[in-house]
């Protein structure tokens, strides 16, 4: 078996960690480090919601694009002036509490950080080396089988899977939770009954254009594989023989990494 990976053409990935201000390392650079073995602990993060409906329902998608931008990741107090809309009488927006500025969600509610006293823990997602601890942030080492491919829904997600296809709507069980599975021809129920499941991500062996993706919600990534790569994963599961292995599925920028210890 260690022979057969050892043909794998493997090369070095990384994964960044940030460092939130006031938080307190656990791990020292240099060390090897196992999946869920925690790297920092921090204070918790909250996120609060608050309406703005009233306001921001009336607003174009590009002036909601340039308040974000404008407001994103900015502190305020409570009170200080958001923004205002347009005309003789302009309606302001006053912030409701202090906080980081976050986001503006799909039913105009803006969104606030704000650190607590709680304290949190932050694991590593995968088994690797800590290459390197900076000021802000925290860059993870580990050996990965790269395979190039094209997004269909954006997303980042961790998570194990065995390299097997599974075409039928009945193999989608509770069981692959949290998992990246893998299929030929995936039908929109088939991608709503992953979703039901809770996988992780999914990789298709080729790009899916008979699916109106823009009315479905999915809450996963997926990507897809043009046959050459497709092969070649293949053939990587036919090395590991079934054995769940850890990937990291980058459905943005089409890359599906397969860690290998």
Do not use: H
């Not at 940030?18 to 307190?24: S, V």
């Amino acid at each position: 078996m260690l022979k057969k990976k050892s043909k794998l053409p493997v090369v070095k990935s990384r994964w960044v960690v940030k460092i939130p201000l006031g938080a307190k390392m656990v791990v020292d650079e240099g060390a090897r480090v196992k999946k869920g073995e925690i790297l920092l602990t921090c204070k918790a993060v909250k996120i609060s919601s608050y309406n703005a409906s009233f306001v921001l329902s009336r607003m174009s998608s590009g002036k909601l694009e340039e308040i974000k931008n404008s407001l994103n990741d900015k502190e305020f107090a409570e009170g200080d002036l958001l923004f205002a809309d347009g005309g003789l009488f302009p309606k302001k927006i006053f912030s409701p509490c202090s906080g980081k500025f976050c986001g503006i969600d799909e039913f105009f509610n803006i969104q606030f950080q704000k650190v607590t006293d709680d304290r949190k823990e932050v694991s590593t997602p995968v088994d690797a080396k800590v290459l390197k601890i900076e000021k802000e942030k925290l860059t993870l080492e580990f050996n990965s089988v790269k395979y190039e491919g094209g997004g269909i829904v954006d997303g980042k997600a961790w998570g194990d899977g065995d390299l097997k296809v599974r075409d039928k709507m009945s193999e989608l069980t509770s069981g692959l939770k949290g998992k990246i599975i893998f299929s030929t021809e995936p039908s929109s129920a088939y991608i709503i009954k992953a979703g039901v499941v809770g996988v992780a991500g999914l990789v298709v062996s080729d790009s899916i254009t008979e699916i109106d993706f823009s009315e479905m919600d999915i809450a996963f990534p997926i990507m897809s594989l043009v046959e050459a790569e497709w092969d070649r994963l293949m053939a990587a599961g036919q090395i590991f023989a079934g054995e769940e292995q850890r990937m990291l599925l980058n459905s943005k920028v089409g890359r599906l990494l397969l860690v290998v210890k």
